[in-house]
């Protein structure tokens, strides 16, 4: 059963910083994009960062850019996102979500990834 699992979720003090996994069972990662979502009650979902299959490609909105760093490691089937200097904005649920496609690039359209996980909360708050 192809499953992706988020966690590193939680509250955080404005400025302070967090980092989410986003572990795969039952696939192997290599040969999917991996993109970062978040949903904030009443907004619709958005990109916050996209990685390709073969990691040459990030992507990243201005709204995080510069704060927000993805990576993966194949070798533990799992993607991170490191978030810095987090606002109160930022707060939502964020999800990671596979795209079966292999190469060199990744979308920050949900419509376009297959599998999700089931999401881990942030909330930046003092």
């Known amino acids: 059963q192809l499953q992706l699992v988020e966690s590193g979720g939680g509250l955080v003090q404005p400025g302070g910083s967090l980092r989410l996994s986003c572990a795969a069972s039952?696939?192997?990662?290599?040969?999917?994009?991996i993109g970062w979502f978040r949903q904030a009650p009443g907004k619709e979902r958005e990109g916050v960062s996209c990685i390709s299959s073969s990691g040459g490609v990030t992507k990243y909105p201005d709204s995080v850019k510069g704060r927000f760093t993805i990576s993966r490691d194949n070798a533990k089937n799992t993607v991170y996102l490191e978030m810095n200097s987090l606002k109160p904005e930022d707060t939502a649920v964020y999800y990671c979500?596979?795209?079966?496609?292999?190469?060199?690039?990744?979308?920050?359209?949900?419509?376009?990834?297959?599998?999700w996980g089931q999401g881990t909360q942030v909330t930046v708050s003092s």
């Open positions: 039952g696939f192997t990662l290599d040969y999917y994009a």
């Open positions: 979500a596979a795209d079966p496609r292999f190469g060199y690039y990744c979308s920050d359209l949900p419509s376009e990834y297959d599998y």
